[in-house]
């Protein structure tokens, strides 16, 4: 079973997240973080493999956590939710630096109830085979 961590000061948006994940065919262990702060906590602690989050929150922002997690050596799967209210420019400047920050994808907020579940069983995915690849080589 693997860890998820959904980030979002918006609680609404914290629980639509954790219910479409519920939705997936894989059961998986899901935590909720409401800052930077406590979701890096919880990744010094659970490590999750994939953690989902908003941008713009208080305390700790989406990008200082990433920014947290890379300095730290914690590798989870960072998926990164764009608000819906960014404008064409701000929305490509916040998705390129935070995919130079190390995040594995960007999502637009509005889209997340079809794009996100897909996305995330992809990533654990490819965890899973890079882990099974790394198990083989060992042998």
């Known amino acids: 079973m693997e860890t998820l961590l959904v980030v979002d000061d918006q609680s609404v948006i914290r629980q639509c997240i954790v219910e479409l994940l519920k939705t997936?065919?894989?059961?998986?262990?899901i935590l909720e973080?409401?800052?930077g702060k406590q979701a890096l906590k919880y990744c010094?602690?659970?490590?999750?493999?994939?953690?989902i989050t908003d941008i713009f929150m208080p305390d700790m922002d989406g990008?200082?956590?990433?920014?947290?997690?890379?300095?730290?050596?914690?590798?989870?799967?960072?998926v990164v939710l764009m608000d819906a209210y960014l404008n064409l420019i701000q929305k490509k400047h916040y998705c390129e630096l935070?995919?130079?920050?190390?995040?594995?994808?960007?999502?637009?907020?509005?889209k997340m109830a079809?794009?996100?579940l897909p996305l995330v069983e992809s990533l654990l995915k490819?965890?899973?085979q890079k882990y099974h690849h790394s198990d083989s080589k060992i042998s």
């Open 98 to 110: 935070c995919l130079l920050m190390g995040a594995k994808s960007v999502l637009d907020k509005e």
């Open 44 to 51: 010094q602690q659970d490590y999750p493999s994939v953690v």
């Open 126 to 128: 490819e965890k899973s």
């Open 63 to 78: 990008l200082e956590l990433i920014q947290q997690l890379q300095q730290q050596s914690i590798a989870p799967h960072i």
């Open 114 to 116: 079809t794009h996100l």
């Open 24 to 29: 997936s065919s894989q059961s998986h262990s």
């Open 33 to 35: 973080a409401t800052n």
